[in-house]
Protein backbone atom coordinates (compact mmCIF):
# COMPACT_ATOMS: atom_id res chain seq x y z
CA UNK A 1 0.00 0.00 0.00
CA UNK A 2 1.26 3.37 -0.77
CA UNK A 3 2.53 5.85 2.12
CA UNK A 4 0.90 8.76 0.80
CA UNK A 5 -1.14 8.38 -2.35
CA UNK A 6 -2.01 11.75 -4.53
CA UNK A 7 -4.54 12.01 -7.31
CA UNK A 8 -4.30 12.63 -10.25
CA UNK A 9 -0.81 11.39 -11.48
CA UNK A 10 -1.16 14.24 -13.86
CA UNK A 11 -3.52 16.29 -15.00
CA UNK A 12 -3.64 18.89 -18.03
CA UNK A 13 -6.42 21.87 -18.55
CA UNK A 14 -6.96 24.85 -19.92
CA UNK A 15 -6.68 28.53 -18.29
CA UNK A 16 -9.65 30.36 -16.29
CA UNK A 17 -10.29 26.24 -15.14
CA UNK A 18 -11.15 25.08 -11.49
CA UNK A 19 -9.19 21.90 -10.57
CA UNK A 20 -8.80 19.55 -7.60
CA UNK A 21 -5.70 17.45 -6.67
CA UNK A 22 -6.53 14.93 -3.87
CA UNK A 23 -4.21 13.05 -1.58
CA UNK A 24 -4.24 10.64 1.19
CA UNK A 25 -1.72 8.72 3.55
CA UNK A 26 -2.17 5.97 5.56
CA UNK A 27 0.75 6.51 7.94
CA UNK A 28 -1.43 7.45 10.98
CA UNK A 29 0.57 10.88 10.61
CA UNK A 30 -0.73 14.12 12.27
CA UNK A 31 0.77 16.92 9.58
CA UNK A 32 0.54 17.14 5.73
CA UNK A 33 1.77 19.65 3.42
CA UNK A 34 1.71 20.97 0.34
CA UNK A 35 4.91 21.93 -2.03
CA UNK A 36 5.21 23.55 -5.42
CA UNK A 37 8.21 22.08 -7.19
CA UNK A 38 8.32 24.61 -10.62
CA UNK A 39 10.27 23.96 -13.69
CA UNK A 40 13.80 24.39 -12.37
CA UNK A 41 12.96 21.94 -9.57
CA UNK A 42 12.54 24.45 -6.54
CA UNK A 43 10.53 23.40 -4.25
CA UNK A 44 8.83 25.66 -2.02
CA UNK A 45 5.74 25.36 0.70
CA UNK A 46 2.51 26.28 0.61
CA UNK A 47 0.20 24.85 3.21
CA UNK A 48 0.77 22.52 6.44
CA UNK A 49 -2.04 21.25 8.48
CA UNK A 50 -2.04 19.47 11.60
CA UNK A 51 -4.52 17.30 12.77
CA UNK A 52 -7.03 19.07 10.28
CA UNK A 53 -5.93 22.37 11.52
CA UNK A 54 -4.12 24.98 8.91
CA UNK A 55 -0.81 26.03 10.59
CA UNK A 56 1.29 27.10 7.32
CA UNK A 57 -0.25 29.13 4.90
CA UNK A 58 2.58 30.89 3.11
CA UNK A 59 2.13 33.87 -0.06
CA UNK A 60 0.01 31.41 -1.76
CA UNK A 61 -2.42 33.26 -4.09
CA UNK A 62 -6.40 32.76 -2.67
CA UNK A 63 -7.10 30.82 -6.23
CA UNK A 64 -5.21 27.92 -3.87
CA UNK A 65 -7.74 26.07 -1.23
CA UNK A 66 -6.11 23.73 0.77
CA UNK A 67 -9.19 21.22 2.41
CA UNK A 68 -8.29 18.57 5.25
CA UNK A 69 -11.84 17.15 5.67
CA UNK A 70 -9.62 14.30 8.46
CA UNK A 71 -6.11 14.03 9.38
CA UNK A 72 -5.42 11.45 6.87
CA UNK A 73 -6.41 13.47 3.69
CA UNK A 74 -5.82 17.11 2.32
CA UNK A 75 -7.07 18.14 -0.78
CA UNK A 76 -6.43 21.59 -2.66
CA UNK A 77 -8.43 23.05 -4.83
CA UNK A 78 -6.92 25.44 -7.47
CA UNK A 79 -9.61 28.07 -8.72
CA UNK A 80 -9.32 29.90 -12.38
CA UNK A 81 -5.78 28.47 -12.99
CA UNK A 82 -3.30 30.49 -15.05
CA UNK A 83 0.07 29.31 -16.86
CA UNK A 84 2.20 30.28 -14.18
CA UNK A 85 0.46 27.76 -11.80
CA UNK A 86 1.96 24.76 -13.75
CA UNK A 87 4.36 22.58 -11.77
CA UNK A 88 4.60 19.58 -9.68
CA UNK A 89 3.13 19.63 -6.45
CA UNK A 90 3.64 17.48 -3.72
CA UNK A 91 1.65 16.20 -0.76
CA UNK A 92 3.40 14.94 2.14
CA UNK A 93 3.17 13.91 6.08
CA UNK A 94 5.34 13.76 9.21
CA UNK A 95 4.46 11.72 12.22
CA UNK A 96 4.99 15.32 14.41
CA UNK A 97 4.34 19.21 13.35
CA UNK A 98 7.50 19.63 14.89
CA UNK A 99 11.34 19.77 13.46
CA UNK A 100 12.93 16.73 15.69
CA UNK A 101 9.97 14.58 14.20
CA UNK A 102 12.75 11.87 13.57
CA UNK A 103 11.42 10.47 10.49
CA UNK A 104 11.17 13.81 8.48
CA UNK A 105 8.70 13.86 5.97
CA UNK A 106 6.77 10.77 3.18
CA UNK A 107 6.17 12.55 0.06
CA UNK A 108 3.98 11.79 -2.48
CA UNK A 109 4.98 11.07 -5.84
CA UNK A 110 3.62 14.55 -7.03
CA UNK A 111 1.16 15.60 -9.18
CA UNK A 112 2.55 17.08 -12.61
CA UNK A 113 0.12 20.23 -14.05
CA UNK A 114 0.43 21.50 -17.05
CA UNK A 115 -2.01 24.42 -17.71
CA UNK A 116 -2.11 25.82 -21.25
CA UNK B 1 14.00 33.69 7.54
CA UNK B 2 16.74 30.88 6.35
CA UNK B 3 17.83 30.22 2.69
CA UNK B 4 19.74 27.28 1.41
CA UNK B 5 22.15 27.67 -1.23
CA UNK B 6 23.56 24.32 -3.58
CA UNK B 7 26.35 25.18 -4.70
CA UNK B 8 26.20 22.74 -8.20
CA UNK B 9 23.59 22.22 -10.19
CA UNK B 10 24.78 19.22 -11.58
CA UNK B 11 27.47 16.92 -10.74
CA UNK B 12 28.45 14.37 -12.94
CA UNK B 13 30.42 11.55 -11.90
CA UNK B 14 31.75 7.79 -12.72
CA UNK B 15 30.59 4.52 -10.90
CA UNK B 16 32.95 4.11 -8.00
CA UNK B 17 34.10 7.07 -8.06
CA UNK B 18 33.50 9.36 -4.68
CA UNK B 19 31.13 12.45 -4.73
CA UNK B 20 30.56 15.39 -2.46
CA UNK B 21 27.61 17.42 -2.79
CA UNK B 22 27.82 21.08 -1.31
CA UNK B 23 24.66 23.09 0.28
CA UNK B 24 25.09 26.18 2.11
CA UNK B 25 22.59 28.15 4.53
CA UNK B 26 22.23 31.26 6.08
CA UNK B 27 19.86 31.75 9.11
CA UNK B 28 19.19 34.03 12.20
CA UNK B 29 18.29 31.19 14.02
CA UNK B 30 19.34 27.88 14.78
CA UNK B 31 18.63 25.21 12.29
CA UNK B 32 17.55 21.38 12.04
CA UNK B 33 19.45 20.24 8.52
CA UNK B 34 18.42 17.44 6.16
CA UNK B 35 19.12 15.61 2.65
CA UNK B 36 16.39 14.43 0.80
CA UNK B 37 16.90 12.62 -2.67
CA UNK B 38 14.39 12.64 -5.39
CA UNK B 39 14.83 9.80 -8.08
CA UNK B 40 13.19 10.28 -11.34
CA UNK B 41 9.42 10.63 -11.43
CA UNK B 42 8.59 10.08 -7.64
CA UNK B 43 8.40 12.04 -4.60
CA UNK B 44 11.17 12.86 -2.35
CA UNK B 45 13.05 10.41 0.17
CA UNK B 46 15.12 11.10 3.15
CA UNK B 47 18.47 10.45 3.07
CA UNK B 48 19.95 11.69 6.59
CA UNK B 49 19.40 14.23 8.89
CA UNK B 50 21.60 16.34 11.70
CA UNK B 51 19.61 17.52 14.67
CA UNK B 52 21.95 17.59 17.72
CA UNK B 53 24.96 15.37 18.72
CA UNK B 54 28.09 14.36 16.40
CA UNK B 55 28.43 16.86 13.53
CA UNK B 56 28.89 13.60 11.50
CA UNK B 57 26.21 12.34 10.63
CA UNK B 58 25.59 9.17 8.40
CA UNK B 59 22.42 8.07 6.29
CA UNK B 60 21.14 5.14 3.99
CA UNK B 61 22.44 3.64 0.94
CA UNK B 62 25.97 4.42 1.71
CA UNK B 63 25.72 8.73 2.17
CA UNK B 64 26.81 11.03 5.28
CA UNK B 65 26.93 14.40 5.67
CA UNK B 66 29.01 16.67 8.13
CA UNK B 67 27.49 19.62 9.90
CA UNK B 68 29.67 22.73 9.85
CA UNK B 69 28.28 25.57 12.16
CA UNK B 70 31.30 27.77 11.73
CA UNK B 71 31.41 27.63 7.82
CA UNK B 72 26.98 27.09 7.61
CA UNK B 73 27.48 23.99 5.66
CA UNK B 74 25.93 20.54 5.46
CA UNK B 75 27.87 18.76 2.68
CA UNK B 76 27.02 15.57 1.21
CA UNK B 77 29.36 12.52 0.67
CA UNK B 78 29.52 9.09 -0.79
CA UNK B 79 32.86 6.94 -1.19
CA UNK B 80 31.81 4.52 -3.76
CA UNK B 81 28.38 6.11 -6.51
CA UNK B 82 26.36 3.47 -7.80
CA UNK B 83 24.54 3.94 -11.17
CA UNK B 84 21.33 3.99 -9.20
CA UNK B 85 22.24 6.99 -7.04
CA UNK B 86 21.65 8.97 -10.37
CA UNK B 87 19.23 11.65 -8.77
CA UNK B 88 18.22 14.49 -7.53
CA UNK B 89 19.75 15.61 -4.07
CA UNK B 90 17.83 18.42 -2.28
CA UNK B 91 19.73 20.08 1.17
CA UNK B 92 16.97 21.39 3.42
CA UNK B 93 16.87 23.21 6.77
CA UNK B 94 14.43 23.52 9.27
CA UNK B 95 13.52 26.52 12.39
CA UNK B 96 14.21 24.54 15.54
CA UNK B 97 11.68 26.57 17.20
CA UNK B 98 9.01 27.59 14.67
CA UNK B 99 6.12 25.84 14.80
CA UNK B 100 4.44 24.13 11.53
CA UNK B 101 7.49 21.85 10.55
CA UNK B 102 8.34 23.71 7.20
CA UNK B 103 11.35 22.92 5.03
CA UNK B 104 13.07 25.17 2.99
CA UNK B 105 14.68 23.83 0.66
CA UNK B 106 17.72 24.50 -1.49
CA UNK B 107 17.49 24.37 -5.81
CA UNK B 108 18.92 20.92 -5.82
CA UNK B 109 21.70 19.08 -7.61
CA UNK B 110 21.42 16.82 -10.31
CA UNK B 111 23.76 13.85 -9.71
CA UNK B 112 24.15 11.72 -13.14
CA UNK B 113 26.62 8.30 -12.33
CA UNK B 114 28.14 7.28 -15.94
CA UNK B 115 29.49 3.52 -16.00
Known amino acids: DTAVSQTPKYLVTQMGNDKSIKCEQN?????MYWYKQDSKKFLKIMFSYNNKELIINETVPNRFSPKSPDKAHLNLHINSLELGDSAVYFCASSLFNHPRDSYGYTFGSGTRLTVV | AQSVTQLDSQVPVFEEAPVELRCNYSSSVSVYLFWYVQYPNQGLQLLLKYLSGSTLVKGINGFEAEFNKSQTSFHLRKPSVHISDTAEYFCAVSDQRAAGNKLTFGGGTRVLVKP
Open chain 1, 27 to 31: LGHDT
